[in-house]
């Protein structure tokens, strides 16, 4: 059965919203740096663009699984710095656990022969 673009979009979305919540899960980051640190964890495979981090970062924070401030890194620019808020912790622990179901299924579909 084929999914419909509006499915596939709503599946990534997913993906990165996961992706950022995790990412954040070390402590407050601002935009850039949260992309620097998917993208190095997954040894460039994964990475998320501003196209979709940034809309993503703002549906996390309207959900209340994120909050943000202004402060300024080491580069002395202002910048907006993200962290999870106790539900964005809760949200985490929930979507590791359907990822790792998922995984774990995958897992083993591909290595029946």
């Known amino acids: 059965m084929e999914r419909t673009k509006t499915e596939r979009k709503r599946s990534t ?3 990165v919203d996961l992706l950022v919540l995790k990412t954040l899960a ?5 935009g850039w740096a949260v992309s620097q640190r998917i993208r190095e964890i997954s040894r460039d495979v ?3 663009n501003q196209g979709a981090l940034y809309p993503a970062l ?6 209340g699984w994120v909050s943000s401030e ?3 890194p080491a580069a002395n620019r202002p910048a907006k710095f993200y962290r999870l808020t ?7 622990e ?3 656990a359907t990822w790792a179901q998922v995984a774990a ?7 029946t022969s």
Do not use: C, D, K, N
Not at 58 to 63: A, C, T, V
Not at 86 to 92: D, F, K, M, R
């Open 58 to 63: 703002q549906r996390l924070e309207e959900q």
């Open 70 to 72: 202004w402060g300024v």
């Open 105 to 111: 299924a995958m897992s083993l579909i591909l290595e």
């Open 86 to 92: 106790h539900a964005g912790v809760q949200e985490l």
């Open 94 to 96: 929930r979507e590791t």
């Open 46 to 48: 994964l990475q998320v």
């Open 26 to 30: 070390r402590g407050p980051q601002h």
């Open 13 to 15: 979305r997913g993906t």
